[in-house]
């Protein structure tokens, strides 16, 4: 059974930084694209970034220029880098890896908590 290993969350000042990852128990197809989604507390799950397989990424206006997808095949793992975090950031992560009908995978989620 194919795995996601997601981690990477925890809990920073206003202005630090993280890193999301997700590591996927088997190889990356050729195809792909993996989306960022997060999830606060009473709100909808809201997607935030997303990264093809062709290296284009787009972002949400509000993680614009603070928030950086990027991901090693060879490792298969997803990376979500999050500089400059703000109390407005803090939810659950999700990552949602997409190789097409039959392959696409969740992360089990991981928290981020921005506070003084």
């Known amino acids: 059974q194919v795995q996601v290993m997601e981690s990477g969350g925890g809990s920073v000042q206003p202005g630090g930084s993280l890193m999301a990852s997700c590591t996927l128990s088997?190889?990356?197809?050729?195809?792909?694209?993996i989306r960022w989604y997060r999830q606060a507390p009473g709100k909808e799950r809201e997607l935030v970034a997303m990264?093809?397989?062709?290296?284009?990424?787009s972002y949400t206006d509000s993680v614009k220029g603070r928030f950086t997808c990027s991901t090693d095949s060879a490792k298969n793992t997803v990376y979500l880098t999050m500089n400059n975090l703000k109390p407005d950031d803090t939810a659950t992560y999700y990552c949602?890896?997409?190789?097409?009908?039959?392959?696409?995978?969740w992360g089990q989620g991981t928290q981020v908590t921005v506070s003084e």
């Open positions: 088997r190889h990356f197809l050729t195809y792909y694209i």
């Open positions: 949602n890896i997409d190789m097409g009908p039959d392959y696409r995978y």
């Open positions: 990264i093809t397989s062709g290296g284009t990424t």
